[in-house]
């Protein structure tokens, strides 16, 4: 189980945004899931021009840092975090 600075910090490293924490009813501390939004570049025609625009979709992480579309059950595994990985490099710099 991770707590919030871990999430936090997660989220900050790939530039998603946090908008929601629930925690889990008998540790306070450790997160159960969590809301986000993450950035998707769009391309769309505006006065005949091609550009590209950036699109924020909701998502919703577990709490082991797996990423699921919103409203449904559909596993994202392109927007995972990377908790593990985030949780051997702090191991790493302590020792």
Same mark, same amino acid.
């Given at each position: 189980?991770? #707590?919030?600075?871990?999430? !936090? *910090? ?5 530039? =998603? ?5 629930? =925690? ?10 969590? =809301?986000?939004?993450?950035? /998707? ?10 550009? /590209?625009? /950036? ?6 992480? #577990? ?10 059950? /559909?596993?994202?595994? @392109? ?8 949780? !051997? *490099?702090? @191991?790493?710099?302590?020792?």
């Amino acid at each position: 189980m991770y #707590n919030t600075k871990d999430f !936090e *910090q997660a989220m900050h490293v790939c530039s =998603y945004k946090l908008d929601r924490v629930f =925690y889990h009813k008998k540790h306070s501390r450790f997160v159960q899931k969590v =809301y986000g939004r993450v950035p /998707i570049p769009k391309k769309v025609t505006i006065s005949g021009e091609r550009k /590209i625009i /950036i699109h924020w979709r909701k998502f919703r992480w #577990n709490d082991a840092g797996q990423c699921f579309s919103f409203y449904s059950d /559909i596993r994202k595994r @392109k927007y995972d975090l990377p908790l593990r990985s985030l949780e !051997e *490099q702090k @191991k790493i710099t302590q020792s």
